[in-house]
């Protein structure tokens, strides 16, 4: 269901089905609160910030000086590139990097460029 969306936005970081929400969201995030031994509150934290991250991966606003999309490997331009079809197939890493992206050749390099009119458009070497 969630990548059913192409341009994305805030809400549709949210887009998913049950199933998905259930294992990937809930049990996903008690097994490695658990596992790594955070304590409740530390796991709110940590759970909240991740949430934050999704929220702004799936905005669809690229803010050149954005201190996050500065240093991160996976930003909303990163992100954005998934939900397109010609980045369906790569670009999966969420949260933080790029790491298991790179290792496993699913990563779609790509720049941001200015547009003449405006705005920023998303390059990649497929497009050229």
């Known amino acids: 269901m969630h990548h059913r969306l192409i341009a994305p936005y805030s809400y549709g970081a949210l887009y998913t089905h049950p ?41 669809g606003m690229w803010f050149p000086n954005h201190p996050i999309h500065r240093w991160m490997t996976n930003n909303t331009a990163f992100h954005i590139l998934h939900h397109q079809n010609v ?14 992206d790179r290792l496993l050749g699913t990563y779609l390099p790509f720049s941001v460029e200015p547009r003449k009119d405006g705005g920023y458009q998303l390059r990649t070497a497929k497009d050229e």
């Open 19 to 59: 199933v998905d929400t259930f294992v990937g969201e809930m049990v996903g995030a008690l097994m490695a609160t658990h596992v790594s031994g955070m304590s409740p509150r530390m796991a709110g934290v940590f759970i909240s910030l991740l949430s934050l991250k999704s929220l702004d991966d799936h905005c």
């Open 87 to 100: 980045g369906i197939k790569y670009n999966y890493s969420i949260f933080y990097f790029a790491t298991w």
